[in-house]
């Protein structure tokens, strides 16, 4: 960890120089001859209170930030009491290096600009409307009017400039699987230079920039010194959520993708149909919703909603992956478009209950043709989810239609080779469409021989790692979710099960491992709907953020992580997301919804 | 790709086509008043909730019974299918003719508009209809307190009487109870029975109910040391306890983590020992409406103040109250349990109880008493003097003993009655007969320690199988229900020393953002335990009506999470 290695060296480059008071001080960035003062204050004065910082911040120290306890003790209590600990950055960036100095800001006199050589200025909607969102993530206060507190005691408040430049323009564009998130944030007295080749790289960046910012108890606003080189190991960073189990509001998804944004990921897979229920509304065939919704009415998405999930996915960098999963867990479906399931059969009569798609009826093909040309349309992201997950072979089975089918294929008894059939006719259809497919690994095992641009995710739990295998062997392109189904709950710290995990450690090739594009945090809506979604899923999805963002080595100690984690949580309730506790504590501003 | 996980209660999950089924089978009785008598077999009120599907099919009069989900079950319950249709602009709730109480009992003043509120939503909604008048057909709920002294601004005790009775019918309901006590468990009941049809149209059935409590303490324990709970939370939370008949709030109010309350006799305490001695901290008027909120509720608070160990936040405080820990021959710097040894431990102790005693209005005060770490006490040279002066050896539990028999005695001197952890009494404490014993163990097994408790005369308490802050995947609130506090080897004047239980939520991965969907709808199992006939165990139908309570609780405001793949009409609208 660059920040903890920092200030190891200044500890070892200055010690016992000064008294040890000055030392802590020093070290604590404290520059300035007036915090100097209150520092000194706090110590002589009150020594009580010092004692007792020093045990606070032993315990602190004990958590593993740092490899000589002692005196990172020492500093600790300083850091804690002169200013606020430095703020660290989740997920991790590539390199960070924060020097002592700081430099105070003010709401006032704090601006973002484009700079002069980049592609986008002043009317590019992406950069406009994060620079909104951001002004008032880093002031929380400021709008409430009640800046004109002890802010400004030590000096007059300093400009402060953050300086935007981007490459490539596409401000009205979509991000994609090739887009650029790198950034270069370079902050210095005054000033903050953020430099990417997209957009996309630059929300990242100012992602960073905010978390930078941190304030001191009587509210003034400070940021280090600082440099970051950063990109993500992985393009594809996804977090699923199914709005077919239970039906999850607008505002619940508009949420989660702000908090999504803030953990840097940029896929949201969108499982929006499913068995229990059919909230998309088609327009197309829009007896799907009116028949297969909780509620035609209460319980769907309209195309506009639709539009502005996209359109607030958008604005934050991140993509908007539909699943429409077939010809399994498609109940719903069936209610608003009689004669696609197949009908099971019970001693040689139709028993009333219906199976997956019928995959031997022409019409079922006309259909999704239909429907996926409709996906096409309202979803611009080039990736469509066709899932392909948990065919259940005994209605089809039991169909005397699918037998004779099956004869005439020369499928035999085997009938997965009939769901191959069918998904290779989705997969085609799709491909035609010109967009990719994604599909559940089940895809894969029954039928090895599928389109080479199809992207496989893993989501069974056991032995993934040799399923990683074979499909990069197989030359596809991998999404990994099994080890991060965060709808399994357990009691204790689970996010370290998350952050433990490694996606590329498995046997194969450095060609192998490029393959893996990525993964995906699941959030499945069997026990999940607005009342307990965000808790549930902040912020235990930050440890997959991170592994799929950061460096895995600088990455791998959840001890390490743990302050920093504590602290983006917090962090994350000072921006209005309900993310639940890690563990016993407390934060400045606590949760004050219900 | 989502595993389906429905091991622990496969018959729950009720498919379509089976409904359908259950629909036509019993279409036969369609037209005949269906009375069920619920004690006889929970069946039967499946068959009335099944029924009500049935009516669901006929476009006129639609009755959806199966939106009568009474939680938890009443004693007595016999309704009909006859329906009778409230108006929000002319329905009412009244103090009826005989009534001991009157407009000027605050408790069912503000009950009467809770409850209509919950029944037809916000009042201002109903400004229109309320000028075009139409009529009930059911025109008044009238509230009959019969005792001569209604309690109007008494505190609930654990010898309140709850029980009540309820006539729905016309032209008017009459609820009757002893006391307020009742009459708040008899206003929520009706409040359930009230049932809106796809018109929007409000219809209630014409019903009789007789009901009481099984166990007279119904509990519910929050932890806000461990993280700190802002007061919004607490008091949501004692409204879902009323919406579940729940009467006691066991406030778990410091331990090592935190001290938040505020005390006025030692102002230290929370300003050294809270996370923030301004933001995180309960003021005297904090705990004041506390106490008023749940006594508008029949809601008892019995605070905690636990020791002698998990005191660590105590320390900050209270200088020399903590024994300081020795590494090797000098003090490590670190604290242990509150120090036994030294006489002004026990000063503050009767100060600071003193104190507690005039601010909690409730008879009754929880002191702990559990997981004493002795590893501290055993480096302490001055606590192994102590120990041979009084000739303890090195038995550690009996210097426990020594120091809670001095607390209680110091407890006692405040006319208080007190609960304390079975360890306690596991130690072979001298304890007054009116003693609590709350049995959290899991090892040996409750249903032994329940005995033990009972055997020896004391009342139990049981919460062992209902620490809910334990959560793991899927239902399981099924487990939660099917525990029995009175489910051990023992004579009946033993299960009758059992006073009931509580539904534990500590504090290490619980605060605001979590706790109320992490509490809800699983406590509402214990609540149906606590409340409902010993007979009553039919996890089918516990389902059903479990599902419907949980979307009413998401209707009033109660972010209650999903028991299972479904919807509410009405979902949550917060967050």
Request: charged fraction near 20%.
């Amino acid at each position: 960890m660059q920040t903890i290695q920092e200030i190891d060296h200044v500890t070892q480059a200055e010690p016992m120089r000064l008294t040890a008071l000055l030392v802590t001080c020093h070290m604590t960035r404290v520059l300035t001859v007036s915090a100097l003062v209150y520092c000194h204050f706090i110590v002589q004065t009150s020594s009580p209170t010092a004692l007792k910082l020093t045990e606070v911040c032993s315990s602190m120290a004990h958590t593993g930030t740092h490899s000589q306890p002692v005196r990172s003790c020492l500093l600790l209590v300083v850091v804690s009491v002169c200013v606020q600990q430095v703020h660290g950055v989740w997920p991790l960036p590539q390199q960070l290096h924060q020097s002592a100095d700081r430099g105070c800001l003010s709401p006032q006199r704090f601006s973002f600009t484009y700079g002069r050589d980049s592609a986008a200025q002043t009317g590019c909607s992406v950069l406009d409307a994060a620079f909104k969102r951001y002004f008032s993530i880093i002031f929380p206060d400021f709008t409430k009017g009640s800046e004109n507190r002890l802010q400004y005691v030590w000096s007059e408040p300093q400009p402060f400039v953050v300086s935007v430049s981007v490459k490539t323009g596409g401000c009205d564009g979509y991000p994609d699987e090739d887009s650029d998130e790198s950034y270069n944030l370079s902050v210095s007295e005054g000033q903050a230079v953020l430099r990417s080749v997209t957009v996309w790289g630059a929300l990242r960046g100012l992602e960073s920039f905010s978390q930078l910012v941190y304030q001191d108890d009587y509210g003034s606003y400070f940021i280090n010194k600082t440099e970051i080189v950063d990109f993500p190991r992985f393009a594809f960073r996804g977090l699923l959520l199914d709005t077919s189990r239970h039906y999850l509001p607008l505002h619940a998804i508009l949420k989660t993708l702000d908090a999504m944004a803030y953990s840097k990921f940029n896929v949201f897979h969108w499982h929006i149909v499913d068995d229990p229920s059919f909230p998309y509304q088609s327009r197309t065939f829009p007896d799907l919703s009116n028949k297969g919704a909780f509620h035609p009415f209460t319980h769907i998405y309209t195309q506009s909603d639709v539009m502005r999930v996209i359109e607030h996915a958008r604005m934050r960098g991140i993509r908007v992956v539909p699943e429409f999963d077939s010809p399994g867990h498609t109940q719903s479906w069936g209610k608003g478009q009689p004669g696609l399931l197949t009908p099971c059969y019970k001693g040689g009569v139709p028993s009333g209950s219906f199976g997956p798609v019928d995959p031997t009826i022409d019409t079922t093909y006309k259909f999704m043709e239909s429907l996926l040309k409709e996906v096409k349309f309202v979803f611009p992201d080039s990736y469509v989810h066709l899932g392909g997950d948990e065919v259940s072979f005994a209605c089809w089975q039991s169909n005397p239609n699918v037998r004779k089918f099956m004869e005439k294929m020369g499928f035999g008894k085997d009938f997965t080779k009939l769901e191959s059939f069918y998904m290779e006719s989705i997969m085609n259809m799709t491909a035609a469409l010109n967009r990719t497919s994604i599909v559940w690994q089940d895809v894969f095992d029954y039928h090895e021989r599928i389109p080479q641009d199809t992207v496989l995710e893993i989501w069974k739990g056991e032995k993934y790692q040799a399923e990683l295998s074979r499909m990069t062997q197989a030359g596809h392109r991998v999404l990994l979710s099994a080890p991060w189904y965060i709808n399994h709950i357990s009691y204790g710290q689970d996010w370290r099960n998350s952050y433990a995990v490694q996606p590329q450690n498995f046997s194969g090739t450095e060609e192998q491992k490029k393959l893996v594009i990525g993964g995906e945090v699941a959030m499945w809506g069997e026990y999940v709907d607005a009342t307990n979604l965000t808790p549930r899923l902040w912020p235990r999805a930050c440890a997959a953020a991170e592994r799929l963002w950061s460096n895995e080595e600088k990455t791998l100690n959840a001890d390490l992580a743990f302050p920093r984690l504590e602290e983006f949580r917090c962090e994350l309730l000072r921006r209005g997301i309900q993310a639940e506790p890690l563990f016993v504590g407390h934060c400045k501003h606590e949760y004050d919804g219900l | 790709m989502t595993w389906v996980e429905v091991n622990a209660a496969p018959e729950l999950i009720h498919t379509p086509p089976l409904r359908l089924k259950q629909k036509s089978a019993d279409r036969t009785a369609l037209n005949t008043d269906m009375y069920c008598l619920l004690k006889c077999s929970p069946l039967i009120l499946a068959v009335a909730v099944c029924h009500g599907w049935l009516f669901g099919d006929f476009v006129g009069k639609q009755k959806e019974l199966d939106e009568i989900s009474l939680w938890p079950l009443p004693q007595k319950f016999q309704s009909s299918a006859v329906a009778f249709k409230l108006s929000p602009g002319s329905f009412q709730i009244v103090h009826a003719k005989q009534s001991s109480a009157g407009p000027s009992c605050s408790i069912l003043v503000n009950a009467f508009r809770r409850y209509f509120e919950y029944m037809f939503g916000d009042l201002k909604k109903h400004e229109k209809s309320r000028k075009k008048v139409y009529d009930s057909d059911l025109a008044e709920l009238q509230v009959w307190i019969t005792s001569a002294d209604p309690e109007c601004d008494g505190y609930p005790s654990l010898q309140a009487d709850e029980s009540y009775e309820l006539s729905v019918d016309e032209p008017s309901a009459v609820l009757k109870a002893a006391n307020v006590w009742g009459a708040l468990r008899g206003l929520e009941t009706f409040s359930q029975l009230v049932y809106r049809d796809d018109y929007g149209a409000n219809n209630i059935n014409k019903t009789d109910i007789s009901d009481f409590p099984r166990f007279a303490h119904r509990g519910i324990l929050l932890d806000s040391s461990r993280h700190f709970l802002p007061l919004k939370v607490i008091l949501a939370n004692l409204e879902a306890m009323a919406m579940n008949k729940f009467n006691v709030f066991h406030w778990h109010i410091v331990d090592d983590p935190s001290f938040p309350y505020m005390s006025r006799t030692f102002p230290d305490l929370s300003q050294k020992g809270a996370y923030h001695p301004f933001t995180h901290v309960y003021t005297p008027s904090d705990v004041k409406m506390v106490i008023e909120f749940a006594r508008m509720r029949g809601i008892r608070v019995i605070p905690e103040f636990d020791t002698p160990g998990h005191t660590q936040s105590w320390g900050n405080g209270i200088k020399n109250l903590l024994t300081p820990c020795y590494s090797g021959s000098s003090p490590s710097g670190t604290f242990g349990p509150v120090n036994p040894i030294l006489n002004s431990s026990y000063d503050f102790m009767t100060q600071f109880f003193k104190e507690i005693s005039t601010v909690f209005p409730d008879a009754y005060i929880h002191l702990g008493g559990d997981e004493v770490d002795f590893s501290c006490w055993k480096s302490n040279p001055d606590i192994k003097k102590f120990m041979v002066q009084q000739g303890f050896g090195t038995d550690y539990s009996k210097l426990e003993s020594f120091y809670i028999q001095r607390l209680l005695d110091i407890v006692a001197a405040t006319k208080k009655g007190y609960m304390v952890w079975q360890e306690v009494f596991d130690n072979g404490v001298k304890l007054k007969a009116d003693t609590q014993i709350h049995v959290w163990k899991e090892r040996p097994q409750y249903q032994d320690e329940m005995a033990k408790v009972t055997a020896a005369g004391f009342n139990a308490l049981l919460s062992t199988p209902w620490y809910l802050n334990r959560i793991s995947y899927g239902q399981d609130w099924v487990n939660i229900y099917k525990a029995d506090p009175q489910n051990f080897t023992g004579t009946d004047a033993q299960k009758k020393l059992v006073i009931g239980g509580e539904a534990c939520l500590w504090g290490e991965y619980v605060d605001a953002t979590n706790l109320t969907p992490r509490l809800w709808p699983r406590a509402s199992a214990v609540a149906e335990r606590l409340w409902s006939d010993k007979s009553v165990t039919d996890v089918g139908n516990a389902y059903k009506r479990l599902v419907q309570h949980r979307c009413r609780m998401v209707k009033r405001g109660i972010p209650a999470e999903p028991l299972f793949v479904g919807h509410c009409r009405q979902e949550y609208m917060g967050l």
